[in-house]
C-alpha cells in the first residue's frame, strides 16, 4: 500500500510521551500551506469499486503506488522488497526500501514500538531487532505483516510529510492487480490524518468517484482546517460518535431508513462507521432485515438470488429501478441513495450492496463505498462533527 525539489526545509521529530500519542516539531512557516487536494481513482474489479490514492515513498527517487483509500483504519503500509514470505501481483513495481536514504526502521523496543498495537489492533511480533506488525481486516481478505518504519511520503509531487511512519510488508494478502497497499485515514495517532495534522490539521473531506464522475478527491486542510467548507452552507452536519469498542472509527448515529417516497422501515438507532475501505454497507440483523424484507416486497414479482456474501441479488432488466433508499442521521441529516448507490452488479445479476452481521457479534455497523460515492463528505475531528452535501464530486 531524480530527486525532486522538496519544499519544506524542515525537520520532524517524532515523540512519544507517557500516553502514548505521537506529537511533531515544525517550523512555524509551514502552517500557512494551503490545502491539499489528492485525486482519489476509481477502480472496478468483478463489479466491486475500489477507491485508490496515488502517494509516493522514498528519497531521493520517489516510487509512486496506488493505495486503497480506507477511512475504517488507521494503518498504512506497502508491499517490500524482499517479500520474505509472500507478495500478491499488484499494478506498480514493489517497494524497494534499500534503495532509499529516507528509510529507517523502527527498533523493537522503542516508544514508537509500543503504539503500534492500538493501530492494528493485534500485538506486536516477537523481533530481535525492528519492530513488526500484523494488520488484518475484517473480511480477512487483504492482512499485511511485516516491519515497522518511517519513510518520506509524497502526498503530491511538491507536498511532503517527513519521517512518516508506515508498514513495510513481506507477507501480504490482497486484491491482485487492484492496489499495492493500504492507506490508513482513521482517528488513531498513526493514521495519515494525525501525523500530517501539525501542517493541516484534522480536518479531511472526500468525494469518492463514481464510473460516469471521474474527478473524486480527498481533500486534507491547513492549520486553520478546510475554511471555505467549514463555511459552505451546502454542508449539513451529524455528530461524530466514539464507540469504546472501536475508538478509531468514524461513527455517526442512523435513526431511520425509508424506501421510496413514503415507507418507513422500522430500525432501532444504531452507529454506523464511515468506511471507505469497504464496498458495500454491513448492518445488524435488526436493521438488514426489515430492509432486506421490504427491497423484496417491493420487487416481490421477481425471485432473489443469493450470491454470497449479499442475499438479496437479481436478474432485473434494466427498465426495472428499484426504490430509492433513504437514510436518516442524527440532527435531521437526510441522505436519499439514488439507484447508483444501491445497486451492485455482478453479471448478469443486481444486488442490494448490504450485508447483515448477527446483532451479538456487533452493535454497530458499516456505510461503505458505494453508498458515499459522489456524495461530498468533510470530518472535522477537533469539532467532532461529520458534514455531507450532495456535490457529485465537482
Known sequence: MSLLLILFLFLLSFLVSSSHSIHHSLDDDHFSLPVVKIPVLYVEEEGAPYFLLKLGFGTPRIRYFHLLMDTGSSFTWVQCKPCQVRCFKQPSPIFDPSLSCSYAPIPCHSLECSVLKSATSFPTLPC???????????????ASIGDFAREM???LPNIVVPGFIFGCGQNNTGSPDVFDGVVGLGRNRLSL????????????????????????????GNKGGLPELLTDPEFNYTSLVSLESDPDL?????????????QTVSIPPFPLAIDTGST???????????????????????????IEPLDTCYNLSSSVIPPAITLNFEGGIV????QSRILLTISPFTCLPFIEIGDDDRNDGIIG????QTLQVLIDVVNRKVGFAEKNCD
Do not use: E, M, W
Not at 133 to 142: A, E, G, K, S
Not at 335 to 338: D, K, V
Open 335 to 338: 441522505i436519499r441513495l439514488p
Open 193 to 220: 490524518v494525525d501525523q500530517s495534522s501539525p501542517i493541516y490539521g484534522k480536518v479531511f473531506s472526500f468525494c469518492l468517484p463514481s464510473p460516469q464522475k471521474s474527478n473524486g478527491f480527498l481533500t486534507i
Open 128 to 142: 530481535s531487532d525492528t519492530c513488526k506488525y500484523n494488520q488484518r481486516y475484517l473480511n480477512n481478505d487483504v
Open 250 to 262: 468514524y461513527y455517526i448515529n442512523l435513526v431511520g431508513i425509508s424506501l421510496g417516497d413514503d
Open 280 to 306: 458495500v454497507s454491513l448492518l445488524p440483523t435488526s436493521v438488514y432485515v426489515p430492509l432486506r424484507s421490504a427491497v423484496r416486497k417491493v420487487l416481490s414479482k421477481y425471485s432473489p438470488f443469493p
Open 369 to 372: 463505498g458505494i453508498q458515499l
Open 153 to 155: 511520503l509524497h502526498l
